[in-house]
């Protein structure tokens, strides 16, 4: 069927010139591989950067999501320990440190996205690592998803950090074919300024992580804490994809310094950073589903009083179930405020029917009187014992999947009253007693 013509949108048309006019930014000197700039042999030394109008060129390597990329190259004057970070940053930055001639036969010695401890800060960059004078260091700085900005690259000389001189593990393959699997790692640590406490991390072939472990001072089981060995148990789940699995561990001293091998710091040559898991069962790859899905009432009039509103997802996940607490169902108001985030979790709690693997919840919100009138969006993020995910919602740009067809995706608000959008006024104070003394109290151990 024919439509009538449009009229012409002057303000728009005028913004598409604006921006046809816009300047195009060229690219840092040193977007290219071959174009590194080339950084002093001796330390410490800061540089300025930024990756502006950088690109990304072909062959070129992307751990961490990095993207828009400038490149450094280093050669040390002498051995020992360097520590290179990012500074001062506008952006999330990725930092990687490779070896090699050309931007497609790179060798990476290491990388890292976060710095700060073990959890990671977003933001700066850190690698640690033994340099080698005969070798010439080829350093990638980007964005995390292709952030620009400026921001400042550091080198400096280090003491040695803790030192991860064995690994040894048993059994030498996991197969998770019927049933979860434990393996038993032997870390031989050495540090001067003594041991104080480490993580072990497993990740699967997907880069997902497996397990977790901390380690104390106190699971030493030879030694002492300047050089000893360390027994630490991880476990990988069944059904879990079969291959190598990946090793991160993480060495805290007394003295503060601290190594993060497999990420940051790379293993010694001689060590295996991988556990070869096999599994000839089922592997769940799937997230949980949404089998059904109802609101009631999917519309609610605010204008005179409150009103209540149930939410009844059914979520399916047959092979590895949802834990309790790992999914969450939010609505969000059309400023984009989440409602009563606690009762949007997930778990036996508000569960009604079934279990973790087949089972019907019930999340119920009470929507104010005067509240903002429009669509409140429904999503879902559903995680299950495995860490298979899915986030079901309105937002394509950032990777949300559409609601299945003929699920509500939206709640409707009516109000044709007064829109409450004024935050609470604090009118008063009174602090009873308004001296304290605490001079009979022990001082607070952090």
């Known amino acids: 069927m024919l439509s009538s013509p449009r009229p012409w949108n002057f303000a728009g048309l005028a913004g598409l010139l604006f921006l046809s006019v816009l300047p195009v930014l060229a690219a840092p000197a040193n977007d290219a591989f071959t174009a590194a700039r080339v950084l002093s042999a001796a330390l410490p030394t800061t540089v300025a950067g930024s990756n502006v109008g ?65 959890e990671g800060t977003v933001g700066p960059s850190e690698l640690v690592f033994l340099a080698d004078p005969g070798v010439t260091y080829r350093l990638q700085v980007g964005g995390y998803a292709g952030w620009e900005g400026a921001f400042s690259l550091r080198l400096e000389a280090v003491p040695p950090p803790p030192q991860l001189t064995a690994v040894s593990f048993t059994p030498a393959a996991l197969d998770v074919t019927g049933q979860p699997a434990a393996v038993t790692f032997d870390l031989q ?88 898991v096999v599994n000839t069962g089922i592997v769940d790859g799937d997230p949980p589903q949404l089998a059904s899905f109802t609101v009631t009432p999917v519309t609610v009039d605010v204008t005179l009083a409150p009103q209540t509103v149930t939410l009844s997802p059914h979520l399916v996940d047959a092979v590895s179930g949802i834990p309790d607490f790992s999914s969450r169902l939010e609505v969000r108001n059309p400023a984009g405020e989440s409602l009563a985030e606690d009762n949007h979790i997930l778990s036996r709690r508000n569960r009604t029917k079934g279990d973790g693997f087949d089972g019907t919840y019930n999340v119920v919100l009470t929507i104010p009187a005067g509240a903002m009138p429009g669509q409140y969006p429904i999503r879902f993020h559903l995680v299950d014992a495995l860490g298979n995910d899915i986030v079901l919602g309105p937002d394509a740009d950032a990777g949300e999947i559409p609601m299945p067809a003929g699920f509500p995706a939206a709640l409707t608000v009516i109000n044709t009253g007064t829109v409450d959008t004024q935050p609470p006024t604090l009118t008063g104070a009174t602090i009873n007693p308004g001296t304290v003394n605490v001079a009979e109290f022990e001082p607070l151990r952090l």
């Open 54 to 118: 950088a690109t990304q060129e072909v062959g070129e390597p992307r751990p961490e999501l990095i993207a828009r990329t400038v490149w450094w190259s280093w050669k040390p004057a002498a051995a020992g320990w360097v520590r290179i970070t990012t500074q001062g940053n506008d952006i999330d930055t990725v930092l990687a440190a490779y070896t090699g001639s050309s931007v497609d036969g790179l060798t990476r010695l290491t990388f890292n996205d976060d710095a700060g401890d073990n």
């Open 189 to 276: 640590v050495t540090h001067p300024g003594g041991f104080r406490q480490g993580v072990l991390s497993l990740f699967r072939p997907d880069g997902r992580q497996e397990d977790r472990v901390a380690f104390l001072a106190s699971q030493r089981i030879s030694g002492d804490s300047k050089s000893g060995t360390y027994r630490v148990t991880a476990t990988v789940a069944q059904h879990v994809l079969p291959g190598p699995y990946a090793l991160w561990i993480h060495l805290g001293g007394i003295d503060g310094r601290r190594a993060t091998y497999g990420e940051r710091t790379p293993f010694p040559a001689q060590l295996s950073p991988t556990i070869p």
